[in-house]
T-cell receptor, first 112, second 110 residues
Framework: DAGITQSPRYKITETGRQVTLMCHQT?????MFWYRQDLGHGLRLIYY???????DKGEVPDGYVVSRSKTENFPLTLESATRSQTSVYFC???????????FGPGTRLTVL | GQNIDQPTEMTATEGAIVQINCTYQ??????LFWYQQHAGEAPTFLSY????GLEEKGRFSSFLSRSKGYSYLLLKELQMKDSASYLC???????????FGPGTRLSVLP
């Protein structure tokens, strides 16, 4: 089906482990985004990408790494997970800058 | 700096009208979005305003005043399924990134 998907939907990991969250979209959107959502903070931008091989930091990038070798995929890696990275992570995409962003279903990550 | 304010929670009765306010102070302005988010689900697009005035879409309307840094989302004929969080987001000066407000959790009571 067309759309934007995320995997896994739920993940439990331990402090210090590396974790990769996957995001895939079938619209050929140029822009892709990673957000985290925490109580009291709303959605905060971690990283975004304007096109394949072009990425940039958002508001809260520390502790995260992204790559975008293909237009349709935008994985987010936590190189050494910390408890403060326990959150719900949303991926989003849009066709152009400032366009409506469409969100994936989210990944609930717990770091023990 | 970027600052977007919304009321944390609101309660309304089925069939009533509710107005959810959003005030913003951001570095530049290139448009404002409203999203709906049901508990445990992804945000979904509701409306977009870039010019002053009212945009109507069925039971939902959104208003923008750029000079006042103010928007509201108006929900008419409330239904139980409208119980959700409503997120206000402003497009920043670079024109590509959204700055989200904290969201307003609306509870619709029978």
């Amino acid at each position: 089906d067309a759309g934007i998907t995320q995997s896994p939907r739920y993940k439990i990991t331990e402090t210090g482990r590396q974790v990769t969250l996957m995001c895939h979209q079938t619209w050929s959107h140029s822009y892709m985004f990673w957000y985290r959502q925490d109580l009291g903070h709303g959605l905060r931008l971690i990283y975004y990408s304007a096109a394949a091989d072009i990425t940039d930091k958002g508001e809260v990038p520390d502790g995260y790494v992204v790559s975008r070798s293909k237009t349709e995929n935008f994985p987010l890696t936590l190189e050494s997970a910390t408890r403060s990275q326990t959150s719900v992570y949303f991926c989003a995409s849009s066709g152009d800058q400032g366009d409506t962003q469409y969100f994936g279903p989210g990944t609930r990550l717990t770091v023990l | 700096g970027q600052n977007i304010d919304q009321p944390t929670e609101m309660t309304a009765t089925e069939g009533a009208i509710v107005q959810i306010n959003c005030t913003y102070q951001t570095s530049g302005f290139n448009g404002l979005f409203w999203y709906q988010q049901h508990a445990g689900e992804a945000p979904t697009f509701l409306s977009y305003n870039v010019l002053d005035g009212l945009e109507e879409k069925g039971r939902f309307s959104s208003f923008l005043s750029r000079s006042k840094g103010y928007s509201y989302l108006l929900l008419k004929e409330l239904q139980m399924k409208d119980s959700a969080s409503y997120l206000c987001a402003v497009i920043d000066n670079y024109g590509q990134n959204f700055v989200f407000g904290p969201g307003t959790r609306l509870s619709v009571l029978p």
